[in-house]
């Protein structure tokens, strides 16, 4: 129970930090639509605003990087993967994190606080145009993204070690689940009543928290 309690505690720390980066849409949706509202309406186009966009999209996509393998959401190849036991699945995760996964994201947290270390010190600022914006706030996403990529991928390695010894994999910690396509095709068809709709959705979420705990190909055996 501590084990699984420590778990969901890093599994919740992911989510809040993807959670809080996904607001950046609406600053990065409001800063385009005023932009595209300058430059054709007003013939008024900012020269900073390629530099902001990336930024902004940027830090939004490193921030959330913890938060995806969280909920197990980055591409995997499921084709060979699904088909095997949760021990095997368990085996090649853990040789996969510590071969791979740890040294490359440990050599970036490192890298990147030298890296952002440096920018903060000489308030860098973008040299695309002439007077560009600040760019030492967004390099030090970099180190940030980096040190929640860490802190998550310990939680996956104890997840593989307990379900080496276990045989099942830990739960993860819920959140939202793409059901909308269901409910769109169940409402579609006028002779579906409230009880199979409801066992259609509930059915559709043990689906993907099947594949989301990796146990699928052995529940289908």
């Known amino acids: 129970m501590n084990a699984q309690r420590l778990l969901h505690t890093i599994d919740g720390i992911s989510t809040f930090a993807g959670k809080a980066a996904a607001w950046l849409i609406m600053g990065l949706m409001t800063l385009v639509c005023v932009e595209v509202f300058k430059r054709y309406i007003m013939n008024m186009p900012t020269a900073w605003i390629f530099d902001a966009s990336n930024m902004m999209y940027g830090s939004l996509f490193m921030l959330c990087g913890a938060y995806t393998l969280a909920q197990n959401g980055h591409v995997r190849g499921d084709f060979l993967y699904s088909s095997m036991r949760p021990r095997t699945q368990a085996a090649l995760d853990l040789v996969l994190y510590i071969v791979f996964f740890l040294p490359g994201i440990a050599a970036l947290a490192y890298a990147g606080w030298d890296y952002a270390g440096d920018s903060w010190r000489i308030r860098e600022h973008s040299n695309v145009t002439a007077d560009g914006p600040p760019v030492y706030h967004f390099k030090a996403m970099i180190p940030l993204a980096g040190a929640l990529l860490l802190l998550q991928g310990a939680a996956e390695i104890m997840r593989a070690i307990i379900c080496l010894r276990t045989g099942v994999w830990p739960s993860r ?49």
């Not at 709709?197 to 979420?205: G, L, S, V």
Request: hydrophobic residues 35%.
């Open 173 to 221: 910690l819920k959140d939202v689940s793409e059901i909308d396509v269901v409910e769109e095709q169940l409402a579609a068809s006028e002779h579906v009543d409230e009880e199979t709709r409801r066992n259609a959705i509930a059915h559709a979420q043990d689906i993907e928290e099947a594949a989301r705990q990796r146990g699928m190909g052995e529940g289908i055996r």
